[in-house]
Protein backbone atom coordinates (compact mmCIF):
# COMPACT_ATOMS: atom_id res chain seq x y z
CA UNK A 1 0.00 0.00 0.00
CA UNK A 2 1.17 3.35 -1.15
CA UNK A 3 1.28 5.00 2.47
CA UNK A 4 3.11 2.60 4.15
CA UNK A 5 5.45 2.92 1.51
CA UNK A 6 5.51 6.82 2.58
CA UNK A 7 6.20 5.79 6.10
CA UNK A 8 9.41 3.86 4.86
CA UNK A 9 10.77 6.65 2.79
CA UNK A 10 9.89 8.78 6.44
CA UNK A 11 7.40 11.14 4.41
CA UNK A 12 5.11 13.04 7.34
CA UNK A 13 1.74 11.63 7.59
CA UNK A 14 -0.46 11.02 10.62
CA UNK A 15 -1.95 7.45 11.07
CA UNK A 16 -3.72 7.07 14.09
CA UNK A 17 -2.87 4.36 17.02
CA UNK A 18 -5.50 2.04 16.81
CA UNK A 19 -5.39 1.99 13.11
CA UNK A 20 -2.06 0.75 13.35
CA UNK A 21 -2.69 -2.00 15.68
CA UNK A 22 -5.87 -3.08 12.99
CA UNK A 23 -2.91 -3.33 10.53
CA UNK A 24 -0.80 -4.96 12.57
CA UNK A 25 -3.34 -7.73 12.98
CA UNK A 26 -4.69 -7.76 9.85
CA UNK A 27 -1.05 -8.16 8.58
CA UNK A 28 -0.24 -10.89 11.01
CA UNK A 29 3.12 -8.57 11.79
CA UNK A 30 5.43 -10.42 14.60
CA UNK A 31 6.29 -8.65 17.71
CA UNK A 32 9.28 -6.88 16.01
CA UNK A 33 7.36 -5.82 12.77
CA UNK A 34 4.54 -4.06 15.26
CA UNK A 35 6.99 -1.99 16.85
CA UNK A 36 8.78 -0.92 13.64
CA UNK A 37 5.57 -0.17 12.36
CA UNK A 38 4.71 1.83 15.31
CA UNK A 39 8.51 3.38 14.88
CA UNK A 40 8.17 4.59 11.49
CA UNK A 41 4.42 6.23 11.75
CA UNK A 42 4.50 7.76 15.10
CA UNK A 43 8.82 7.70 15.97
CA UNK A 44 8.01 5.77 19.59
CA UNK A 45 7.82 2.46 20.53
CA UNK A 46 4.36 0.98 20.10
CA UNK A 47 2.05 1.28 23.60
CA UNK A 48 1.74 -1.92 25.52
CA UNK A 49 -0.67 -4.63 24.55
CA UNK A 50 -3.44 -5.54 26.82
CA UNK A 51 -4.36 -8.68 25.54
CA UNK A 52 -2.77 -11.76 27.22
CA UNK A 53 -2.96 -15.39 26.95
CA UNK A 54 -5.48 -17.13 28.96
CA UNK A 55 -3.09 -19.64 30.36
CA UNK A 56 0.91 -20.25 31.01
CA UNK A 57 3.33 -22.70 29.28
CA UNK A 58 3.95 -25.63 31.32
CA UNK A 59 7.49 -24.97 31.57
CA UNK A 60 6.65 -21.67 33.43
CA UNK A 61 4.40 -23.42 35.68
CA UNK A 62 6.75 -25.56 36.75
CA UNK A 63 9.04 -23.24 37.68
CA UNK A 64 6.75 -21.62 39.71
CA UNK A 65 5.70 -24.68 41.76
CA UNK A 66 9.03 -25.38 42.24
CA UNK A 67 9.46 -21.97 44.38
CA UNK A 68 8.80 -23.16 47.76
CA UNK A 69 7.25 -19.64 48.56
CA UNK A 70 3.94 -18.26 46.88
CA UNK A 71 4.22 -16.97 43.12
CA UNK A 72 1.74 -15.67 40.94
CA UNK A 73 1.83 -14.86 36.87
CA UNK A 74 -0.12 -12.31 36.34
CA UNK A 75 -1.49 -9.95 33.00
CA UNK A 76 -0.81 -5.85 32.93
CA UNK A 77 -4.56 -6.04 33.64
CA UNK A 78 -3.56 -7.58 37.09
CA UNK A 79 -5.88 -11.12 35.81
CA UNK A 80 -3.82 -14.12 37.60
CA UNK A 81 -3.39 -17.15 35.03
CA UNK A 82 -0.86 -19.14 37.74
CA UNK A 83 0.07 -19.70 40.58
CA UNK A 84 1.66 -22.15 43.25
CA UNK A 85 0.20 -24.18 45.84
CA UNK A 86 2.17 -21.30 48.68
CA UNK A 87 -0.14 -18.71 47.10
CA UNK A 88 -3.40 -20.50 47.02
CA UNK A 89 -2.70 -20.78 51.16
CA UNK A 90 -2.48 -16.97 51.05
CA UNK A 91 -4.48 -15.42 48.67
CA UNK A 92 -6.94 -18.78 48.35
CA UNK A 93 -6.89 -21.19 45.26
CA UNK A 94 -7.49 -19.24 42.05
CA UNK A 95 -8.80 -22.34 40.30
CA UNK A 96 -12.53 -21.95 42.64
CA UNK A 97 -13.54 -18.81 41.07
CA UNK A 98 -14.67 -17.62 37.98
CA UNK A 99 -12.25 -16.42 35.05
CA UNK A 100 -13.46 -13.37 35.13
CA UNK A 101 -12.95 -13.34 39.13
CA UNK A 102 -9.45 -14.62 39.24
CA UNK A 103 -8.20 -10.59 39.02
CA UNK A 104 -5.03 -9.31 41.61
CA UNK A 105 -7.34 -5.54 41.92
CA UNK A 106 -10.62 -7.31 42.55
CA UNK A 107 -9.94 -9.56 45.35
CA UNK A 108 -8.12 -6.56 46.45
CA UNK A 109 -11.56 -4.82 46.89
CA UNK A 110 -13.72 -8.06 47.60
CA UNK A 111 -12.33 -10.71 49.29
CA UNK A 112 -12.36 -9.72 53.30
CA UNK A 113 -9.83 -12.26 53.95
CA UNK A 114 -7.28 -11.05 51.87
CA UNK A 115 -7.82 -7.43 53.31
CA UNK A 116 -7.17 -9.47 56.91
CA UNK A 117 -4.09 -10.55 56.27
CA UNK A 118 -2.86 -6.81 55.68
CA UNK A 119 -1.97 -4.69 58.41
CA UNK A 120 -1.64 -1.12 56.30
CA UNK A 121 -4.42 -2.61 53.67
CA UNK A 122 -5.61 1.22 52.69
CA UNK A 123 -1.90 2.14 52.06
CA UNK A 124 -1.81 -1.06 50.04
CA UNK A 125 -4.86 -0.55 48.18
CA UNK A 126 -4.16 3.19 46.96
CA UNK A 127 -0.76 2.44 46.01
CA UNK A 128 -2.68 -0.56 43.67
CA UNK A 129 -5.23 1.70 42.37
CA UNK A 130 -2.51 4.35 41.56
CA UNK A 131 -0.53 1.21 39.84
CA UNK A 132 -3.48 0.04 37.86
CA UNK A 133 -4.61 3.26 36.25
CA UNK A 134 -0.95 3.80 35.06
CA UNK A 135 -1.16 0.20 33.67
CA UNK A 136 -4.26 1.01 32.08
CA UNK A 137 -2.72 4.24 30.25
CA UNK A 138 0.25 2.42 28.97
CA UNK A 139 -2.23 -0.30 27.36
CA UNK A 140 -2.69 0.01 23.57
CA UNK A 141 -6.52 -0.35 24.19
CA UNK A 142 -7.57 -0.04 27.57
CA UNK A 143 -11.10 -0.32 27.32
CA UNK A 144 -10.89 -3.69 29.48
CA UNK A 145 -8.91 -1.53 32.17
CA UNK A 146 -11.88 0.88 32.17
CA UNK A 147 -14.75 -2.16 32.37
CA UNK A 148 -12.52 -3.47 35.37
CA UNK A 149 -12.97 -0.32 36.94
CA UNK A 150 -16.14 0.42 36.60
CA UNK A 151 -17.24 -3.02 37.06
CA UNK A 152 -15.42 -2.50 40.58
CA UNK A 153 -16.93 1.09 41.17
CA UNK A 154 -19.93 -0.74 41.49
CA UNK A 155 -19.26 -2.91 44.51
CA UNK A 156 -16.83 -1.05 46.54
CA UNK A 157 -17.18 2.46 47.83
CA UNK A 158 -13.53 2.21 48.52
CA UNK A 159 -12.28 1.66 44.91
CA UNK A 160 -14.66 4.28 43.49
CA UNK A 161 -13.35 6.88 45.96
CA UNK A 162 -9.61 5.97 45.61
CA UNK A 163 -10.14 5.98 41.55
CA UNK A 164 -11.52 9.00 41.16
CA UNK A 165 -8.43 10.62 42.75
CA UNK A 166 -6.67 9.77 39.83
CA UNK A 167 -3.21 9.16 41.07
CA UNK A 168 -0.94 7.26 39.15
CA UNK A 169 2.24 5.21 40.48
CA UNK A 170 4.63 3.25 38.76
CA UNK A 171 5.03 -0.58 40.17
CA UNK A 172 8.12 -1.01 41.65
CA UNK A 173 9.64 -4.30 40.69
CA UNK A 174 11.07 -5.17 44.46
CA UNK A 175 9.74 -4.73 47.84
CA UNK A 176 8.73 -5.54 51.32
CA UNK A 177 5.29 -6.91 52.38
CA UNK A 178 3.96 -7.55 55.98
CA UNK A 179 0.82 -10.16 56.24
CA UNK A 180 -0.44 -11.24 59.74
CA UNK A 181 -1.62 -15.08 59.65
CA UNK A 182 -3.83 -16.39 62.61
CA UNK A 183 -1.69 -18.71 64.70
CA UNK A 184 1.28 -18.03 63.23
CA UNK A 185 2.04 -14.27 63.45
CA UNK A 186 3.32 -11.51 61.11
CA UNK A 187 5.63 -12.94 58.02
CA UNK A 188 7.87 -10.35 56.26
CA UNK A 189 7.86 -11.18 52.74
CA UNK A 190 10.46 -9.55 50.12
CA UNK A 191 9.17 -10.26 46.41
CA UNK A 192 10.11 -9.11 43.16
CA UNK A 193 8.37 -8.99 39.78
CA UNK A 194 9.71 -9.88 36.42
CA UNK A 195 8.78 -9.84 32.90
CA UNK A 196 8.49 -12.52 30.94
CA UNK A 197 7.66 -12.30 27.63
CA UNK A 198 5.57 -14.92 25.55
CA UNK A 199 6.33 -15.59 21.87
CA UNK A 200 3.77 -13.33 20.85
CA UNK A 201 4.82 -10.34 22.05
CA UNK A 202 2.49 -10.41 24.86
CA UNK A 203 3.97 -10.03 28.53
CA UNK A 204 3.56 -11.49 32.28
CA UNK A 205 4.26 -10.24 35.32
CA UNK A 206 6.00 -13.09 37.73
CA UNK A 207 6.09 -11.96 41.19
CA UNK A 208 7.67 -14.13 43.54
CA UNK A 209 7.87 -14.07 47.19
CA UNK A 210 10.31 -14.76 49.84
CA UNK A 211 9.81 -14.35 53.53
CA UNK A 212 12.88 -12.31 55.29
CA UNK A 213 15.52 -14.41 57.28
CA UNK A 214 15.32 -14.88 60.80
CA UNK A 215 11.67 -15.47 62.54
CA UNK A 216 9.90 -15.01 59.00
CA UNK A 217 11.19 -17.91 57.45
CA UNK A 218 10.74 -19.82 60.31
CA UNK A 219 7.24 -18.69 60.52
CA UNK A 220 6.76 -19.38 56.57
CA UNK A 221 7.99 -22.25 56.83
CA UNK A 222 5.52 -23.81 59.17
CA UNK A 223 2.83 -22.09 57.51
CA UNK A 224 3.80 -23.16 54.52
CA UNK A 225 4.98 -27.34 55.94
CA UNK A 226 8.19 -26.65 54.74
CA UNK A 227 10.69 -29.54 56.09
CA UNK A 228 14.00 -30.29 55.50
Do not use: C
Not at 6 to 18: A, F, M, N, T, Y
Not at 66 to 77: D, I, N
Not at 124 to 151: Q, T
Amino acid sequence: MSWYTWLEQGRDIHVSEPLLERLARALRLTPTERAHLFELAHGRPASRPSRAPQAVSDTLQRVIDAHPYPALVSTRRWDVLAWNAAAAIVYGDYGQLPAGRRNGLWSMFTQPERRALMPDWEGAARRSVAGFRLDAARAADRAEFDALAAELASVSPEFARFWSEHAVMDQVPEGRKALVFPGVGVIEFEHVTLMHAEPDGRELRVSLYSPQPGESTARARKLFRLTG
